[in-house]
């Protein structure tokens, strides 16, 4: 059984699978509330996808698929 982390991670990759280049992602607050994890999770996971440059932060907006 995958832990948190690789939970939150695989739902976020099979996000970017589906969608298109500038695509706005779900909010950290929404996955937060859907998967039953903690925000800090949830920032290292799209930390990690930045530096993968999978997507991309827009200050006060979100993140976005690369």
Known sequence: MPGVTERVESYYRSILNAVESGTKLPS???VMN???????TIRLVLTK?????????????????S
């Open 28 to 30: 950290e607050r929404s």
């Open 34 to 40: 859907e998967l039953g994890t903690c925000r800090s």
């Open 49 to 65: 996808l930045t530096a993968e440059r999978l997507l991309y932060p827009v200050h006060g907006r979100g993140y976005y698929k």
